[in-house]
């Protein structure tokens, strides 16, 4: 078993910064992270190397790679189980191992939100940020006529990235009211630098005669083995579509999301406290303002602790590495209160602009009506609504019940991609809060490892 | 071009560090597997490697994600049919 002082979960810009901060006070600490190289989604570096656009930031990996005296990089490897707290069980592909680390810093991320509708397991429908991958990293257009969908500012984020490759985007349709900026409260306009990023990229797709249509969703893909088209219709204020105006759009792909889940997986399996906080991507660690969750000496850091964004996340990675650094005795409490002080006010300073958008961008119960019985609900195990109604209506309240009698979330994802929508489309059919149908109850190993991978497990440890 | 692959056994090459499901988008051809249950085409569709939609059967082994794979040459990649098989080498 390898012995560490501090493990951190996740090679985004929080993990990254956390190793970083904690390493420049002189601790020593290993960093794990599922990809080949650094950076997370938002900084993904380039699989093929003639392809990739040379716009990717990397200074921060390039950072953590310079730092290899007290940072020990540990690639394509998965973090799958926590037991007692502080042993961590790493996957590889052909091994698996466990670490005991002092203090442990989950930067797990976030994934993408998807509810279900008819037509959305056709080969052609996938998320933004699957398209962008395929563009950004390896030059390779998703498609030949494209439709992006969904809430949010990362949409206009990856149609900047389209433009790079070679597709026709048909229409960005942004769920959410034309102007909804002109409702918000004068504070948020203080953080006027990160408004003028989104409008760049406003100006940048008009440039390229993107047309940007606010106030629709898709209601449908539609195809028999493959995406031909796609339905869409107007919605009221509360996403609700208005079946009257709906349009349908020949299109071979669709890029279809509505922000971001926290990954929180392994702070449930730690025994980890969580909260539901459906403004920041639903469940989350409950935490204090030392990044610290109810497990002593477990932190959490980044979307994974509610989806903020890639500089919260910087900032509360090194608040994270900082206060690890503070627990292993590498600096003293004086030098931590001063230390955070500016990470603390550069925090401050973003909120207004972060409850701003959080506001605009929060998930609205129209989505809960595009099923239909015969939608399947649950991708893994093709659950069509008609059943986990019946489940609900039978009596099932929460994931474990509804588990047991429809077998939603026992396929290889573990409901990460289905539960998050369900759990809305459950309360709605029960009455009740998503806060009160609860999250899903992930099992170890939290993502699939082959027997031979246990079996050569480092050491003969169980 | 430089990397040659094998997909349901006819000869393809795709350019060097293309993850399976983005040689399958070059090549126009993006079902990766039937499904269990209904046998409904499935593809690409998170793309980050948690949703495990775009599983395959590649050189002989089930269930493994296309869009987390690099191609290497003279991979054998054919698309999977439900849960897949045991592996050649199980």
Known sequence: ?462 | MDVEFTLNGQSFRCPTGCTVAAALFLLGRRTMRLSARDGTARSLFCGMGICYDCVMRIDGQSNVRACQTVVQPGMKVEVQQGEGELGDDA
């Open chain 1, 1 to 462: 078993m390898t012995k560490t002082d501090l493990l951190i979960v996740g090679g985004g810009p929080a993990g990254m910064s956390a190793a970083t901060e904690a390493a420049s006070h002189g601790v020593h600490c290993h960093l794990v992270d599922e990809n080949p190289a650094l950076g997370g989604q938002i900084y993904r570096q380039a699989g093929a190397a003639d392809h990739h656009q040379t716009d990717r930031d990397d200074t921060l990996a390039r950072k953590v790679e310079r730092r290899d005296d007290r940072i020990t990089i540990l690639r394509e490897a998965s973090a799958v189980a926590v037991f007692d707290g502080r042993k961590v069980a790493l996957s590889r592909k052909n091994s698996t191992e466990l670490v005991d680390t002092d203090v442990l810093i989950l930067a797990s991320g976030a994934y993408e939100y998807v509810p279900p509708f008819p037509g959305w397991t056709l080969p052609g429908v996938m998320t933004p940020g699957s398209a962008q991958i395929l563009a950004k990293t390896m030059g390779v257009s998703p498609g030949k006529r494209l439709l992006l969908s969904g809430s949010g500012p990362f949409l206009l984020a990856v149609a900047s990235s389209l433009l790079k490759v070679d597709v026709e985007i048909v229409a960005i349709l942004e769920a959410s009211p034309r102007w909804p900026w002109v409702t918000l409260p004068f504070r948020a306009w203080k953080n006027l630098d990160k408004w003028k990023e989104g409008w760049q990229y406003v100006s940048e797709l008009r440039n390229a005669g993107i047309r940007i249509r606010h106030g629709r969703i898709v209601v449908s893909a539609n195809g028999d083995n493959d995406l031909t088209s796609v339905s869409h219709a107007a919605v009221d204020r509360d996403w609700h579509p208005d079946r009257s105006k709906v349009e349908t759009e020949d299109v071979d792909t669709l890029c279809v999301g509505y922000g971001f889940v926290p990954r929180v997986f392994l702070a449930q399996l730690a025994g980890c406290e969580l909260e539901y906080r459906s403004e920041i991507g639903g469940w989350i660690p409950r935490r204090n303002a030392d990044m610290c969750t109810t497990v002593p000496n477990i932190l959490s850091a980044g979307d994974g602790a509610g989806v903020a964004g890639v500089l919260v996340a910087t900032l509360e990675g090194r608040l994270a590495g900082l206060v690890a650094a503070r627990r292993l005795e590498a600096i003293g409490d004086a030098e931590l209160t001063s230390l955070r002080r500016p990470i603390d006010a550069e925090l401050k300073r973003l909120t207004p602009f972060r409850k701003a958008l959080d506001r605009i961008s929060r998930i609205r119960p129209g989505l809960n009506s595009l099923v239909d019985d015969e939608t399947v609900v649950c991708r893994c195990e093709e659950l069509r609504w008609k059943q986990v109604r019946e489940s609900v209506a039978f009596g099932g309240t929460n994931f474990r019940t509804l588990k047991v009698q429809s077998r939603v979330g026992m396929g290889p994802c573990q409901g990460r991609f289905c539960w998050p929508a369900m759990a809305r489309l459950v309360a709605e059919q029960s009455g009740c809060d998503p806060k009160d149908v609860g999250p899903s109850s992930p099992r170890p190993p939290i993502r699939p490892v082959t027997l031979g991978a246990l079996a050569a497990g480092v050491g003969g440890e169980s």
